[in-house]
T-cell receptor, first 111, second 116 residues
Framework: GQQVMQIPQYQHVQEGEDFTTYCNSS?????IQWYKQRPGGHPVFLIQ?????EVKKQKRLTFQFGEAKKNSSLHITATQTTDVGTYFC???????????FGDGTTLTVKP | GAVVSQHPSRVICKSGTSVKIECRSL??????MFWYRQFPKQSLMLMAT?????????EQGVEKDKFLINHASLTLSTLTVTSAHPEDSSFYIC????????????FGPGTRLTVL
């Protein structure tokens, strides 16, 4: 089935540093979604990317979808302690109607 | 945004008992609901997909007789863990789709199940 690889698994940064997590697939994706899960919480939808080469921004967060629609990235500029959590990408299989989640990248921010 | 509730949030039960978890979409009709299981520090593992009024589709390796799923209405799906054992202890999360964004899944807050 469809597999989505996400790296790195963990990232520790000093507050104010940037952070990037990458999501890669061996197959072309119809779309990709990003979620954030705070410690002890549940995943919260952040954004969906559909178009090849798409770039979307949410304040300090920048999301990119690769030209070949096989990879995506989430970049956080100048991290804050409120950014801590695990960031998951999820690829939707439109035929099956279900999503495959990456393993997630857990971000910790040292004040 | 769309809100999904889950009840109970936490349950502790004895081995051999059955536990029912409810998932409700509060302000939209969910044509599809998903049940996930998440182990500590791991990703979400899809257990099954349920569509209102039809049988759930289980992922490979998930015992359908052990994890009974019912999606009786467009706002409610239930997961019953039958004859629970300690290895069933986990964080169970539901999500619902069919709200404001067609492909977007809205997650419930999760249920922490501990089987003694």
């Amino acid at each position: 089935g469809q597999q989505v690889m996400q790296i790195p698994q963990y990232q520790h940064v000093q507050e104010g540093e940037d952070f990037t997590t990458y999501c890669n697939s061996s197959t072309t994706l119809s779309n990709i979604q990003w979620y954030k899960q705070r410690p002890g919480g549940h995943p919260v939808f952040l954004i969906q990317l559909v178009k090849s080469g798409e770039v979307k921004k949410q304040k300090r967060l920048t999301f990119q979808f690769g030209e070949a629609k096989k990879n995506s990235s989430l970049h956080i500029t100048a991290t804050q302690t409120t950014d801590v959590g695990t960031y998951f990408c999820a690829a939707l299989n439109t035929n099956a109607g279900k999503s495959t989640f990456g393993d997630g990248t857990t971000l910790t921010v040292k004040p | 945004g769309a809100v999904v509730s889950q009840h109970p949030s936490r349950v502790i039960c004895k081995s051999g008992t059955s536990v029912k978890i409810e998932c409700r979409s509060l302000d939209f009709q969910a044509t599809t609901m998903f049940w996930y299981r998440q182990f500590p520090k791991q990703s979400l593992m899809l257990m099954a997909t349920s569509n209102e009024g039809s049988k759930a589709t289980y992922e490979q390796g998930v015992e359908k007789d052990k994890f009974l799923i019912n999606h009786a209405s467009l706002t409610l799906s239930t997961l019953t863990v039958t004859s629970a054992h300690p290895e069933d202890s986990s964080f169970y999360i539901c999500s619902a789709r069919g709200g404001y964004g067609t492909d977007t899944q809205y997650f419930g807050p999760g249920t922490r199940l501990t089987v003694l």
